[in-house]
């Protein structure tokens, strides 16, 4: 398994602390950069001195919505080939085919018990930490 660094796009602090939980309960090694909003998320990004393997995304943020995020993204040469995956309580449809119209690498919804979202959560980062585009 490779060590991801993964950018955390989540304003709900709650929702950050059981993903850290989570991480600590797997005993991953994973780094875990955090953001409040796609603005900071934006400010850390653009500095490219070290990005991310992963970005998860919640979408539905203040400032600057997961959509629009996703749009500035990937009209960037470098970020754009980040595997950015929408990890949200919106099971709205229209999101679902916009998100991936825009170009994303996966669209889960959070459940709502904790062992569900740890398995959620473990087969996400299981699948990307053995993906061939992310090398250490």
């Given at each position: 398994m490779n060590k991801l660094t993964i950018l955390l796009i989540e304003d709900d602090m709650i929702e950050v602390m059981k993903f850290n939980r989570t991480i600590s309960k797997l005993e991953y090694p994973h780094k875990i950069i955090e953001a409040k909003n796609g603005e900071e998320a934006l400010s850390i990004l653009f500095k490219k001195d070290r990005l991310p393997d992963i970005i998860l995304l919640d979408l539905n943020m203040p400032k600057l919505n997961g959509i629009e995020f996703l749009s500035i993204l990937k009209n960037d040469e470098q970020l754009r080939y980040i595997p950015t995956i929408i990890l949200t309580?919106?099971?709205?449809?229209?999101?679902?085919?916009?998100?991936?119209?825009?170009?994303?690498?996966?669209?889960?919804?959070?459940?709502?018990?904790?062992n569900d979202y740890v398995d959620l959560i473990k087969r996400t980062l299981d699948y990307w930490s053995f993906n061939e585009l992310i090398k250490g």
């Open positions: 309580t919106s099971n709205n449809r229209k999101d679902v085919l916009e998100c991936y119209k825009i170009g994303v690498a996966g669209y889960v919804i959070k459940p709502l018990k904790f």
